[in-house]
């Protein structure tokens, strides 16, 4: 006889009420006909009562059983008529499919942060309305007139912004390529996702830095790929390291945020950078160079970029709109050789047949405008301002109980705990006073580490957010 599996992490009740249905709808119990009673049921199964009443309560609420006192539970007559109809088990469908759910925390983050707008957010990596160019871009919007042409655009991305991004990429990044190497996409995220579903298969190795945000997308996991850590130290990953992965596990491609990295704010080395591509050359090994904040730097010089220095073609690089203006606009880019941008333009089209010409006007002319260089100067000081607040606010709040390096850019603080903590405790604490964060182990550290994001947050909340978030740490390790 059946009986429900005790290791496995589904609940022994959603056992029972699938099992139960499926021997409904195989006919084992026709319409009209009686279950065996709750206390039967349960002998036979070797579980609690209360779990086959949890069990008869999950399949009431779909109507394919219905009790009444003193007759018992029949499986419905009404539901399944003469010839048996089913509604679908939308929760089985829910809970299948290869692409997984984004990790239990960063949901319990969002629904917290839907559920209370008002907390305040160190959680959210972008940024807030008052630090994008919404006035600049009012402004453009009014003095030039955008295309009447609605229709389906070049998959490949709308080409004068493609031409600004070959602009722009030259002054800001050292990066010369032209407008057939690069793809626009819908912010990095979707440029990762295309990499993962294309250029890689189920089983292939890949490197992450680690903590890294690539441990955070589940996309990874959902593509099948095998997943290696580079460790992260003050002056970034090894390239050491990478060989000895390609020799152990013959990775397949590496991810790397040299600059500024989420969610450490650490900048690689100039030596490793080197030691870096020249150990991807050997090894005939892409690296995917993630480049989100690099025109954050707080002085104004900004880290180069490794495809700057990239000579035979080893990186994609990807960058994005996000960091620098307003992540709402939802443009990223992708530089890559000929054969790839046109490989995921491909791909890219058979998802959403391109993205809308709208926003990739408006980038286009933000790039080109005298307004871009003054808002990213203004950028810059409105974030070591809040930096300098954030850092300020934990010092005096906290003291000795935390350890971070202060970053020289990007818009995160990486910090170490020194109490002991329990990760899912703490966040419940926080959210309880009023503050989110992101615990350490969303990015694939121990417990014991924070990320706090200070672009997100209004300026004038960032001091009685920390202290909030002082006192849950206390009433965690308190308790």
């Known amino acids: ?23 409904i709808s195989y006919g084992e119990f026709p319409p009209g006909s009686l ?43 009404t539901k399944w008529g003469v010839a048996p109809k089913h509604t679908p088990n939308w929760k089985r469908y829910s809970e299948g499919g290869g ?27 972008e940024l807030a309305g008052d630090l994008a160019p919404n006035d600049e871009i009012a402004a453009l919007m009014s003095e030039h007139r955008y295309t009447s042409y609605l229709g389906y655009d070049n998959p490949q991305g709308y080409i004068p912004l493609r031409q600004a991004l070959v602009s722009y990429l030259e002054a800001h990044r050292n990066i010369r390529t032209t407008e057939a190497s690069v793809l626009v996409t819908s912010g990095s995220q979707q440029s990762l996702y295309l990499i993962t579903q294309c250029l890689l298969s189920p089983g292939d190795a ?67 950078r080197k030691r870096l591509l020249d150990v991807a050359s050997e090894l005939a090994l892409p690296i995917v160079e993630d ?42 880019w992708m530089v890559a ?16 047949f391109g993205l809308s010409v709208i926003p990739q006007q408006v980038a286009a002319q933000f790039l080109n405008s005298a307004y871009f260089e003054p808002h990213l100067e203004r950028l810059r000081m409105q974030l070591l301002f809040k930096r300098d607040l954030l850092v300020e606010s934990l010092h005096r709040e906290l003291g000795d109980l935390i350890r971070f390096e202060i970053p020289q850019g990007g818009l995160h603080l990486w910090c170490k705990l020194t109490p002991d903590i329990h990760d899912g405790k703490l966040l419940e604490e926080a ?40 006192e849950a740490l206390r009433a965690t390790t308190d308790g």
């Open 1 to 23: 006889m059946w009986k429900p599996d005790r290791h496995s992490q589904q609940p022994l009740y959603e056992q029972i009420a699938d099992h139960l249905e499926q021997r």
């Open 35 to 77: 279950l065996p009673s709750e206390r039967k049921l349960a002998e036979q199964l070797g579980v609690n009562r209360s779990t086959v009443i949890m069990a008869f309560a999950e399949l009431r609420s779909t109507g394919i059983i219905e009790s009444r006192t003193g007759s018992g539970t029949r499986v419905s007559a």
């Open 99 to 125: 692409f997984l759910p984004n990790l239990p925390f960063m949901r319990k983050i969002r629904e917290a942060l839907a559920h209370n707008p008002e907390l305040i957010d160190f959680a959210s990596g």
């Open 206 to 272: 890949v490197a992450i830095e680690d903590p890294s945000y690539c441990y955070s997308l589940p996309m990874f996991q959902s593509a099948g790929l095998r997943l290696f850590r580079l460790p992260v130290d003050r002056y970034g990953i090894d390239p050491d390291d990478v060989r000895a992965l390609y020799k152990k596990h013959r990775i397949k491609m590496v991810f790397t945020n040299p600059n500024f990295q989420n969610p450490t704010g650490t900048v690689l080395a100039a030596e490793r």
């Open 291 to 332: 480049d989100p904040f690099s025109l954050t730097s707080y002085d104004g010089a900004p880290p180069s970029p490794l495809k700057a220095m990239d000579e035979i073609g080893s990186v994609l690089y990807i960058g994005s709109f996000s960091k620098i203006a307003a992540s709402g606009l939802r443009i990223g």
């Open 337 to 352: 050789p000929r054969a790839i941008a046109e490989r995921l333009a491909d791909a890219r089209q058979q998802m959403d």
């Open 431 to 470: 959210v309880r006073r009023g503050v989110v964060f992101v615990p350490g182990s969303v990015y694939g550290s121990d417990s014991g580490f924070v990320r706090f994001t200070f672009a997100r947050a209004r300026t004038e909340d960032i001091p009685s957010g920390i202290a909030r978030f002082a």
